[in-house]
């Protein structure tokens, strides 16, 4: 069987390009525990990071499309992100509620 590696590399190629690499995970991942305006600071930080970077509609659009659900990416935390995704569908017995009125 043979295969290529080259639509996969070109999907991260531009991670290279990025203004966070080789920074440390912490300034864009909050730590256990990090609530409020810790959190919301750390939030900020990073987006001031990502504001200058030149990849971040790629970064962006790579964290929606793998529903990353952790970290700032692309300039957005994950509550931002969250906010630009379809909802999840309600389980079928919340649908069936809801169509027959209760
Ligand atoms: S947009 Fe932000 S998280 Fe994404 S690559 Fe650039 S600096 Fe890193």
């Known amino acids: 069987m043979r295969t290529s590696l080259k ?6 190629e531009w991670q290279a390009r990025a203004s966070c690499r ?9 730590p256990s525990g990090e609530r ?8 900020e930080r990073a987006r001031r990071i ?4 030149e990849v971040v509609d790629q ?4 964290a929606l499309r793998a529903g990353e659900r952790y ?5 957005m935390s994950t509550k ?3 906010g630009l995704l379809p909802a999840p ?4 017995s919340a649908r069936a509620r809801r169509v027959v009125g209760e």
């Open 50 to 53: 990502c504001v200058g970077c």
């Open 80 to 82: 931002e992100r969250a």
């Open 36 to 43: 409020g305006s810790r959190r919301r600071e750390r939030e």
């Open 71 to 75: 970290g700032v990416w692309g300039g």
């Open 22 to 30: 080789g920074m440390s995970s912490s300034a864009f991942f909050s």
């Open 59 to 62: 970064c962006a659009a790579m």
């Open 7 to 12: 639509p996969l590399l070109a999907d991260w």
């Open 89 to 92: 569908a309600a389980p079928a």
